[in-house]
């Protein structure tokens, strides 16, 4: 049988990718690394410190803090993504009018720029007139400082990353639904199963390749938070500390304080943690994702 | 492909569905309240700075477009946009055309490294961009792409180019190999056959895929912000910058949010149906 010869064109085809490009981004990456054992000036002057940064780097209550928020809005907001957009998608699978409407309206926020949605919820998060506090007062609670209170800052950041994520999150996973193939609906309609066992029994199962990527994306995503906390929160408020995650700190020592050297160091620390559990979600995938 | 043609044929009768009377209904509230901060953005572009600082209204009671008028003829927002517009497009004929023969590479020929390769590629899309973003600082300084379009549209590569070759192989494979051996056998070139045959199929792919590119480069916010200063100051540098200093304008601000979901929008609307097709998201 006749082919197009491989080999020779295999490389050809990914030169471009890997000359200019991938070098690029290999060198940066070298030397990122090479950063986090020097303290850098604003000019790029050097000395070299060793581990310094890095040992300093966990006495730093900052920094302690930063990793534990973290921690905290990747281990809430990846399971709430991953739930809401599941079901959100599969609603907006079902054969109801003013489909191109609705989808469009759905991926809004995936598309709204981060500038916008942090203008946005702090005005609806507004202690004085936001929409929030007026309606949680109509029905009979206390009104809150959204993002003032040190208390509540965390939660109130989780739920708009949620909100901004999941719609990116939906329309991935409304391509997966498209590719289930309707001969396991329609076996399971000829064998009597209601909507829920459809759902649960061949719905999720053929899903879960895709609810698998959804679940690696948005961990990756949750992980590097950066904009909305960047954002909403008012630079140099006692909020912002509180709500400081690894990205946004890295940001404020290196731009901010002029320390190049220890937020490369943060930067390097913050990639091995996201290698590091999304290396853990690949070797559990096994568990529970099904490939046809 | 063709599961797509029997879905529609297989779920028309299913239409009686009784299991879901009220699916309908109970649909369309979750997605007005998804939507409630949407439409609070687009209520506020339209009251006056002043109203919107009195207090809280659901209904505007003054009506004003002084935010589009001043967000359309003042350079600082207008040029912005343009900027953003600028350098997304360029990021996405970029990505694209740099992740086609990538991804035709990966799903047709094997090579050696190749699984190496594909994999080292995705964990580009791991890395986070504060990863790679002190040494394109100082680098871009040097070579002068500092505060560039081109600037920001190549270091929006880093993230874009992974996931590009990713769907694009996905579509790829999804286009049996018999094409291409037919092809080569009624003696096309392979960069021919490329360009007439291959690109021409795969052309939802493309539109899928240029929409993801756009769609990242349009909302980052960290790297775009850091390498530029004025001449290729985004739109979201621009509403930043703002927000910061004193007297702030919110119907202004609010306006420009609005302006920048329209591209968007309008993106969405075009791809759409493809979306709707499902598209593989290649192998992990």
Known sequence: ?292 | MTSTTTTKGVLSPRKKKASLPWSGLMFWIIIAIWMIPVAWLVLMSIRPSADILAGLEIIPSRITFDGYITFLSKDIWYGAYLNSLTYSTLNTVMSVTVALPAAYAFSRFSFAGDKHLFFWLLTNRMAPAAVFLLPFFNMYKAVGLFDTNLGVAIAHMLFNVPLAVWILEGFISGIPREVDETAAIDGYSLPRFFIKIFLPMIRSGIGVTAFFCFMFSWVELLIARTITSTEAKPISAAMTRTVTSGGLDWTLLSTAGVMTILPGILAIWFVRKYIAKGFALGRV
Request: charged share 10%; hydrophobic share 55%; aromatic share 18%.
């Open chain 1, 1 to 292: 049988m006749k082919r197009f010869r491989a080999g020779l064109s295999g490389y050809l085809f990914i030169a471009p990718l890997f000359s200019g490009l991938l070098l690029l981004y290999v060198y940066a990456f070298v030397q990122n690394i090479f950063y986090g054992f020097n303290d850098v000036g604003v000019f790029g002057e050097r000395t070299f410190v060793g581990l310094e940064n890095y040992s300093e780097l966990f006495q730093d209550p900052i920094f302690i803090r930063s990793l534990i928020n973290t921690f905290f809005y990747a281990g809430l907001g990846v399971p709430l993504v991953v739930v809401i957009s599941v079901c959100l998608a599969w609603l907006l699978n079902q054969k109801i009018k003013g489909q191109a409407l609705y989808r469009t309206a759905v991926f809004i926020p995936a598309i709204t720029l981060p500038a916008a949605i942090g203008l946005l919820w702090r005005w609806l998060y507004n202690s004085q007139y936001g929409l929030i506090n007026f309606l949680i007062s109509k029905l009979g609670f206390e009104p809150k400082a959204w993002i003032s209170d040190p208390d509540i800052v965390r939660w109130s950041i989780l739920i708009v990353l949620v909100w901004s994520s999941v719609s990116y999150m939906v329309i991935i996973l409304l391509a997966g639904l498209q590719r289930i193939s309707s001969v396991y609906y329609d076996a399971a309609q000829i064998d009597g199963a209601n909507t829920r066992q459809i759902f649960f029994k061949i719905t999720l199962p053929l899903l879960s390749p895709t609810i698998f990527f959804v679940a690696i994306v948005s961990m990756i995503g949750f992980l590097q938070v950066f904009d909305v906390i960047f954002l909403m929160i008012r630079d140099g408020s006692v909020a912002y500390q509180y709500a400081s995650s690894l990205v946004t700190y890295f940001y404020e020592a290196a731009f901010a304080q002029n320390l190049r050297g220890y937020g490369a160091a943060i930067s390097v620390i913050s990639l091995i943690l996201i290698f590091a559990i999304t290396f853990m979600q690949f070797r559990l995938q096994k568990r529970w994702v099904h490939y046809d």
